[in-house]
């Protein structure tokens, strides 16, 4: 079966960073996705590791530890539009389905 | 250019009915995704479509299938509905099938089952 965990909820203050965990057990992985999704909108693909590593890309940053089933969103310099819910997701095998986790929603306060 | 559309945005059924949902990829994008989302979870997959040809099924009932057209856009239909159906039904593309090309979202139909 596919498990994925992330916290369901997170408050972090403006112009801080907040570095948001993500531990998977799927029976095959290729790949790890993050999204950001807002209230009542689709979700925007953030970033993606297939590889251990860090990868950048301006204020966010991903993490991926294959061997450890864990991968981390990090968000710098947060702004109040950095609320939303951010997904992690694992695309499970050659298929292009992913398995997401049930989000962590990241409220900004002033 | 334009994302990935969806069609109706929001939807009202009865109990017992049934229900088309409709979408078009992103222009050249040939792999077409349905995922469920119910209020407060992650999207759960549903179908995968990619050149016309189903290439992956969720735990879904029968009830739930799909179908892929050759211009690439795609339909989601459910029957006998169950209160329990009542969910944001996202579909996305992607540009190919290999690891690595992200899916691309719309914003989904809202379907409230009474």
């Known amino acids: 079966g596919q498990n994925i965990d992330q916290p369901t909820e997170m408050t972090a203050t403006e112009g801080a960073i907040v570095q948001i965990n993500c531990t998977y057990q799927?029976?095959?992985?290729?790949?790890l996705f993050w999204y950001q999704q807002h209230a009542g909108e689709a979700p925007t693909f953030l970033s993606y590791?297939?590889?251990?590593g860090l990868e950048e890309k301006g204020r966010f940053s991903s993490f991926l530890s294959r061997s450890k089933g864990y991968s981390y969103l990090l968000l710098k310099e947060l702004q109040m539009k950095d609320s939303a819910s951010y997904l992690c997701a694992v695309r499970d095998g050659g298929a292009n389905n992913l398995f997401f986790g049930t989000g962590t929603r990241l409220t900004v306060i002033p | 250019d334009a994302g990935v559309t969806q069609s109706p945005t929001h939807l009202i059924k009865t109990r017992g009915q049934h229900v088309t949902l409709r979408c078009s990829p992103i222009s050249g994008h040939k792999s077409v995704s349905w995922y469920q989302q119910v209020l407060g979870q992650g999207p759960q997959f549903i179908f995968q479509y990619y050149e016309k040809e189903e290439r992956g099924r969720g735990n879904f009932p029968d009830r739930f299938s799909a179908r892929q057209f050759p211009n690439y856009s795609s339909e989601l239909n459910v029957n006998a509905l169950l209160l329990g159906d009542s969910a944001l039904y996202l579909c996305?593309?992607?540009?190919?099938?290999?690891?690595?090309?992200?899916?691309?979202f719309g914003n989904g139909t809202r379907l409230t089952v009474t």
């Open positions: 996305a593309s992607s540009s190919h099938t290999t690891a690595g090309s992200p899916l691309h």
């Open positions: 799927t029976s095959g992985f290729n790949g």
């Open positions: 590791n297939v590889l251990d």
